[in-house]
């Protein structure tokens, strides 16, 4: 493959009833707190038929500053993840600030030998955007364990918790696509307009971050793409900041929709003065771009996840306030060797 070539995804098997999905602290630390929530994750889990194994490293109380351990080790427990076959799927139990540290330390030739889903949001944006861009790996921008499945969720009204729970095992094991993601009355028509394309993304200061690794989307990547961002943190003034950095870098000419999420803990966007709004920050680093953008999305930090499988083709109608997955995030049992 080479670098600027679009790569077919690669697309790890589907999962059967039984399999073995490991939560592995792949960022943060696990705080004694949260333990309750760690544990209400792997109920859900199981509830979806899958056999669950926390990782060594996610014990409450383990940390090395900001994280569960070193990069090294957190590289080396992430990488036996990658090569051991009774694994397949790794899900974050939460995100934090540490895969810059272990980028250049994971195992890309397992993955390709034995592509599985890893499963996140937050710091695990990195992970994602740096394995499709080395790998084609379809990254699958979901919800963290702990925060995610074992928190938001069950703080979701039970309807809503019953339809993400068949949507992410559909996700996991289905092989024919799934269509169009369950709207809500919060998706807002930002800038009218359909497009197709494949659907690359994650947190919008993490996006910046990848892009100035050597691990970087080739700016072709994104022709035609459809760029999903949430944020969470700071001030509005930073999220206009990190538009400009993809405006000047060439990716919003290369784009052809945009899906933003929620915001989340944002400064000077809910403020009574003066302060833009979230459109109107976005559609002013747009100009006179044409395409259209969906807002309010439910992924990212605000939660619950819808997931946002990276790599897949997705059709957007921002008037009508639909997004579909065109085609499905994993490849049938019987398939053999890499991709779909």
Same mark, same amino acid.
């Given at each position: 493959?080479?670098?600027?070539?679009?790569?077919?995804?690669?697309?790890? &098997?589907?999962?059967?009833?039984?399999?073995?999905?490991?939560?592995?602290?792949?960022?943060?630390?696990?705080?004694?707190?949260?333990?309750?929530?760690?544990?209400?994750?792997? !109920? !859900?889990?199981?509830?979806?038929?899958?056999?669950?194994?926390?990782?060594?490293?996610?014990?409450?109380?383990?940390?090395?500053?900001?994280?569960?351990?070193?990069?090294?080790?957190?590289?080396?427990?992430?990488?036996?993840?990658?090569?051991?076959?009774?694994?397949?799927?790794?899900?974050?139990?939460?995100?934090?600030?540490?895969?810059?540290?272990?980028?250049?330390?994971?195992?890309?030739?397992?993955?390709?030998?034995?592509?599985?889903?890893?499963?996140?949001?937050?710091?695990?944006?990195?992970?994602?955007?740096?394995?499709?861009?080395?790998?084609?790996?379809?990254?699958?921008?979901?919800?963290?364990?702990?925060?995610?499945?074992?928190?938001?969720?069950?703080?979701?009204?039970?309807?809503?918790?019953?339809?993400?729970?068949?949507?992410?095992?559909?996700?996991?094991?289905?092989?024919?696509?799934?269509?169009?993601?369950?709207?809500?009355?919060?998706?807002?028509?930002?800038?009218?307009?359909?497009?197709?394309? &494949?659907?690359?993304?994650?947190?919008?200061? &993490?996006?910046?971050?990848?892009?100035?690794?050597?691990?970087?989307?080739?700016?072709?990547?994104?022709?035609?793409?459809?760029?999903?961002?949430?944020?969470?943190?700071?001030?509005?003034?930073?999220?206009?900041?990190?538009?400009?950095?993809?405006?000047?870098?060439?990716?919003?000419?290369?784009?052809?929709?945009?899906?933003?999420?929620?915001?989340?803990?944002?400064?000077?966007?809910?403020?009574?003065?003066?302060?833009?709004?979230?459109?109107?920050?976005?559609?002013?680093?747009?100009?006179?771009?044409?395409?259209?953008?969906?807002?309010?999305?439910?992924?990212?930090?605000?939660?619950?996840?819808?997931?946002?499988?990276?790599?897949?083709?997705?059709?957007?109608?921002?008037?009508?306030?639909?997004?579909?997955?065109?085609?499905?995030? !994993? &490849?049938?049992?019987?398939?053999?060797?890499?991709?779909?």
């Amino acid at each position: 493959m080479t670098l600027a070539a679009l790569p077919q995804p690669l697309r790890p &098997r589907a999962l059967r009833p039984g399999d073995l999905v490991v939560i592995a602290s792949l960022s943060g630390p696990l705080h004694a707190v949260y333990e309750p929530d760690l544990e209400q994750a792997v !109920v !859900v889990l199981e509830r979806m038929g899958f056999r669950v194994r926390r990782a060594p490293l996610l014990e409450a109380g383990r940390h090395h500053w900001w994280s569960a351990a070193t990069p090294a080790e957190t590289a080396r427990e992430f990488n036996a993840l990658l090569r051991d076959p009774e694994v397949r799927a790794i899900i974050a139990h939460d995100g934090g600030q540490t895969v810059l540290g272990y980028l250049d330390l994971i195992d890309v030739e397992a993955i390709t030998a034995d592509p599985k889903p890893i499963l996140g949001y937050s710091d695990i944006s990195l992970l994602h955007l740096v394995l499709y861009a080395r790998t084609g790996l379809v990254g699958f921008h979901a919800d963290l364990a702990t925060p995610g499945l074992g928190g938001h969720w069950q703080a979701a009204p039970a309807a809503r918790r019953a339809e993400l729970e068949k949507l992410y095992s559909t996700l996991l094991t289905g092989t024919e696509p799934i269509g169009a993601l369950p709207a809500t009355p919060s998706w807002e028509c930002w800038r009218a307009g359909r497009t197709e394309g &494949r659907l690359i993304g994650g947190v919008i200061n &993490r996006i910046v971050l990848a892009q100035a690794t050597p691990y970087a989307l080739p700016l072709e990547w994104f022709d035609g793409a459809v760029l999903f961002w949430e944020e969470m943190g700071g001030q509005a003034s930073y999220v206009w900041s990190y538009l400009q950095v993809l405006r000047h870098c060439g990716i919003l000419d290369r784009i052809s929709g945009m899906v933003v999420g929620i915001p989340y803990a944002i400064d000077g966007l809910d403020s009574p003065d003066a302060s833009p709004t979230l459109p109107e920050i976005v559609l002013d680093v747009l100009g006179d771009r044409d395409i259209p953008v969906l807002g309010n999305v439910e992924f990212g930090h605000a939660g619950p996840n819808l997931p946002m499988p990276v790599g897949i083709r997705v059709a957007l109608d921002a008037q009508q306030r639909t997004l579909s997955l065109l085609e499905p995030a !994993v &490849r049938p049992l019987m398939v053999t060797g890499p991709g779909g």
